[in-house]
């Protein structure tokens, strides 16, 4: 069965202080792809990063990077510099060429503290 | 840049009523998704179409149905809402079936079934 798991309900975090949330997923398939989004308190789901089960190096794209680690089957994402407005919701979430459809894990609240 | 659009942020029914929640993407995005998400539970996936007229239920279909009878276009149908409808519910879009792209979202409807 595919899934993603997230196991930090929540995290608190000094503003400047790089950041790890942790995912971990569970597929068979060989070719898949994993994504983080960040939902703010107003509810829209931002998509910040993508991981490519064939890529090499890790995405990064600004001050998110994506820890791949595909023998561990894990995806952290990494922010770097952390700002108030980092403040939010952060879902994995994993796509296979199966199907169109992408499995979300739960959720990491994240705070970061002035 | 895609622009995903939810008819209402915020809606109030009462417990019965037929209750449509519409979504329209700009990006002549193949597929189209409706989540419910809902605390501690992440997103789960209610009913997603990959092409006009053609749906396919999620993990959670019961009490829902949906209509794709354009493209652009995806609505979730509440038959006759009941209080555990109240949610936020979330609508996405993305291109075909090749290739791992990311879904984009609406800012999501938060439903309130009375």
């Known amino acids: 069965a595919q899934k993603i798991t997230q196991t930090q309900p929540g995290m608190f975090v000094q503003e400047k202080e790089a950041v790890t949330l942790d995912c971990t997923y569970d597929?068979?398939?060989?070719?898949?792809?994993l994504f983080w989004y960040k939902q703010p308190s107003s509810g829209e789901m931002i998509f910040l990063i993508y991981?490519?089960?064939?890529?090499?190096q890790n995405a990064t794209e600004g001050r998110y990077s994506l820890n791949f680690q595909k023998a561990r089957k894990s995806a952290n994402l990494v922010i770097s510099a952390s700002q108030l407005g980092d403040s939010a919701m952060y879902f994995c979430?994993?796509?296979?060429?199966?199907?169109?459809?992408?499995?979300f894990g739960k959720g990491t609240r994240l705070h970061i503290l002035p | 840049d895609v622009k995903v659009t939810q008819s209402s942020r915020y809606l109030v029914k009462r417990t019965g009523e037929k209750v449509f929640l519409e979504c329209v993407q700009d990006?002549?995005?193949?597929?189209m998704f409706w989540y419910r998400q809902d605390p501690g539970l992440g997103l789960r996936l209610i009913y997603f179409?990959?092409?006009?007229?053609?749906?396919e239920k999620g993990d959670i279909p019961e009490g829902y149905s949906v209509s794709r009878e354009k493209k652009e276009r995806f609505s979730l149908i509440l038959e006759s809402a009941s209080t555990n409808q109240t949610s936020m519910y979330l609508c996405?879009?993305?291109?075909?079936?090749?290739?791992?792209?990311?879904?984009?979202f609406g800012d999501g409807t938060r439903l309130s079934i009375l």
């Open positions: 179409s990959y092409d006009v007229k053609m749906k």
């Open positions: 996405a879009s993305n291109g075909g079936m090749r290739g791992v792209q990311p879904q984009h």
């Open positions: 990006m002549d995005h193949e597929n």
């Open positions: 597929t068979s398939d060989q070719s898949y792809g």
């Open positions: 991981q490519g089960s064939y890529d090499e």
């Open positions: 979430a994993m796509k296979t060429n199966r199907d169109d459809k992408i499995i």
